[in-house]
C-alpha cells in the first residue's frame, strides 16, 4: 500500500484583505506627492530633488510616486543574517521568523535583589550572555543605557559589551555617523576584516525618524553609512496612533509606511540593492495614562496587518516586535502580554522580532521576562507547525492492537509511544504540569521564580566561546580612539 503523503498546513494570521492593504499603501503615497515630509540633511536633500521630489518650502519636500516604486523593487527579497562565527542563523526571507531583546531601556530589574535600578554596562553583558544560552532567542540588542559610561559613547560600549557576551547576531543603535563607524570598526575586528564582513554581516541597524515626517540630518548619516557598507537596516518611526500618527489605525500605519517609504528611497538612492528591513512600528498612545502601550492588542493587529501588506505588495523582510508587557512586574499580566504578541508576530510569519524583555511599557528590562518570552515561542512554535497527517501519526495499526489487547491495555504502554512522544507533544521546561503534592513539596514555585532560577543558572555558568585575545586589544584600541 503507497504511504499516506499530506502536506501539512501551517495556521496562518491574515487580518488585510487585498483592496485593504492596496488603499492603504495607495494612501502612504498619496500622503508623500501631496503632504511631503521634512529633510533635514542638505546632501540628501539636494539628492532627492535630483531624483524627481518637489521643493514646497526650504526643507520641505514632496515624493512623486515613482520613487517609492522603484526603491520597492530594488530593495533586497532575501536578507542573509550571519552569527559572529560566521554561521548563517537569519536567513529573512518568506516566513522565517527570529526573535530578540531590545534597547535603550534606562532602568532594569535587578535578578539578585529584585529591584529596579538605573541600567549598568554588566547588564547589557549579562542580556548578551543570556540571549547566547537560550535557543528561541536568536539575536541580541543592547537592553540599556548604562548610567556608568560616558553618554556621548554609549552606543560604542554597550555594542563593545555585546560582542564579548555573546556570539549571535546583534541589532544595534547609533547616535549619528561618528559612533557608527566605530561600531562597524569593531565588527570589521571581529569579522577578520571589511571584505569579510560583508559577505557575512552579523549586524543590523535600528534608527527612527520622527513622526509625523521629520528626518533629522543625524538619522539620514546612519542611513547612508549603512547603504554604503551595505549593513541591513530598519527605518520605523514613532507612528504611534494617538500622539504621532493619527488615532485610527489604518491612518497611522499610512503615515509610518509613508515614513519607511522615504527612508527606503533614500537608503536605495545611496546604495542600490543594500538590504532594508520594512515596516513601521505602530502601537497607541494610552488615552488614560498617555503611555505608548507595549502590551496592547493593537500592536499585535498592525503588524500582522504589515506582514499580510509584505505578502501582497512589498516582499520585503519586515520589522516587527514582540515578548513585552506594560506591567511593572512579571505578572498575569506580563505572562498573558507577552504570549499573545509572540503567538500573533510568529502566526503573521514576521521577520526580525524585537523587544522581548521589556517591561513598564519599554522602560525597564527583565532578564526574567527573556527567559519567560523563550518558553513562548517553543510553545508558539509547535503551534505554528501545524498538525502531521501521515501513516505513522494516524496510527490505525497502534489503534487496532491496543484496543484489541487485554483488558487494562492502554497507549501509554505501547512502543508507538515511546517512539513518537517527543515530537507529537510539545515539553515544555518552565510551565508546571505537575500534581499539587509533588509542586507543594518542591516549594510551591510560580513561573515567576521558575524564570528566575533559570535565569541565575545561565547567568552563573553559560560559557560564551570567547574571542581571542589580539581581537579584544583591537576593541579596546577603538573604544580609546578620540573621533
Known amino acids: 500500500m503507497k504511504p499516506l503523503e499530506i502536506e501539512t498546513f501551517k495556521p496562518r494570521l491574515k487580518v488585510l484583505n487585498k483592496e485593504q492593504a492596496w488603499a492603504i499603501h495607495t494612501a502612504a503615497l498619496e500622503i ?48 542573509d543574517l550571519y552569527d559572529q562565527k560566521g554561521n548563517k542563523t537569519m536567513p529573512l526571507v518568506e516566513g522565517n521568523f527570529f526573535y530578540g531583546t531590545g534597547s535603550d531601556t534606562i532602568f532594569t530589574v535587578d535578578i539578585e535583589t529584585g529591584k529596579r535600578r538605573r541600567t549598568r554596562l554588566a547588564d547589557t553583558g549579562n542580556f548578551a550572555t543570556l540571549v547566547d544560552a537560550l535557543p528561541n532567542m536568536h539575536f541580541s540588542m543592547s537592553m540599556g543605557n548604562p548610567e556608568d559610561v560616558p553618554i556621548e559613547e554609549i552606543y560604542v560600549h554597550v555594542f563593545a559589551e555585546m560582542v564579548k557576551k555573546s556570539n549571535k547576531p546583534i541589532c544595534f543603535i547609533a547616535d549619528s555617523g561618528k559612533d557608527i563607524r566605530k561600531i562597524y570598526d569593531i565588527a570589521c575586528v571581529i569579522a577578520g576584516g571589511e571584505k569579510e564582513f560583508q559577505k557575512k554581516p552579523f549586524l543590523l541597524n535600528y534608527s527612527e525618524a520622527i513622526s509625523p515626517l521629520r528626518f533629522p540630518a543625524n538619522v539620514m548619516d546612519k542611513l547612508l553609512f549603512c547603504a554604503e557598507k551595505k549593513i541591513p537596516i530598519c527605518l520605523p518611526s514613532g507612528c504611534n496612533a494617538g500622539s504621532g500618527a493619527p488615532v485610527t489605525l489604518s491612518g ?20 542600490k540593492g543594500s538590504p532594508f528591513l520594512f515596516a513601521p512600528n505602530v502601537s497607541i498612545l494610552d488615552m488614560k495614562s498617555t503611555v505608548v502601550s507595549y502590551g496592547c492588542t493593537e500592536w499585535c493587529l498592525t503588524q500582522a496587518a504589515l506582514a499580510d501588506m509584505r505578502d501582497e505588495i512589498y516582499d520585503i523582510p519586515i520589522w516587527s516586535y514582540a515578548g513585552a508587557t506594560d506591567s511593572k512586574v512579571i505578572d498575569a499580566q506580563a505572562g498573558a502580554e507577552g504570549m499573545m504578541s509572540i503567538m500573533t508576530s ?42 502531521l497527517v501521515n501513516d505513522e501519526s494516524l496510527a490505525l495499526e497502534v489503534i487496532d492492537r491496543v484496543a484489541k489487547g487485554p483488558n487494562g491495555s492502554i497507549f501509554l504502554a505501547d512502543p508507538h509511544t515511546f517512539k513518537n512522544f517527543k515530537t507529537a507533544h510539545h515539553l515544555p521546561e518552565l510551565m508546571d ?42 576593541i579596546e584600541a577603538i573604544l580609546q580612539r578620540e573621533g
Request: with cysteine; net charge negative; hydrophobic share 40%.
Open 32 to 79: 508623500l506627492e501631496k503632504t511631503g515630509f521634512k529633510m533635514e540633511h542638505a546632501g540628501v536633500r539636494e539628492m532627492l530633488i535630483d531624483a524627481g521630489c518637489r521643493v514646497e518650502k526650504d526643507d520641505w519636500l514632496t515624493m512623486p510616486a515613482y520613487l517609492a516604486e522603484d526603491a520597492i523593487r530594488s530593495a533586497p527579497r532575501v536578507i
Open 252 to 271: 497611522a500605519m499610512a503615515l509610518g509606511i509613508a515614513e519607511n517609504l522615504v527612508g527606503l528611497v533614500v537608503h536605495q538612492l545611496a546604495g
Open 346 to 387: 510568529m502566526l503573521s510569519r514576521c521577520n526580525v522580532i524585537h523587544d522581548v524583555g521589556y517591561i513598564e511599557s519599554g522602560h525597564t528590562s527583565s532578564l526574567e521576562m527573556v527567559t519567560m518570552a523563550n518558553e513562548f515561542v517553543a510553545i508558539s512554535r509547535f503551534f505554528t507547525e501545524g498538525i
Open 433 to 474: 504540569r505537575t500534581r499539587f503534592d509533588h509542586w507543594s513539596q518542591d516549594g510551591g514555585k510560580d513561573l515567576k521564580l521558575r524564570c528566575t532560577e533559570k535565569t541565575r543558572k545561565i547567568l552563573s555558568t553559560h560559557q560564551v566561546d570567547p574571542k581571542p585575545d589580539n581581537v579584544l586589544n583591537e
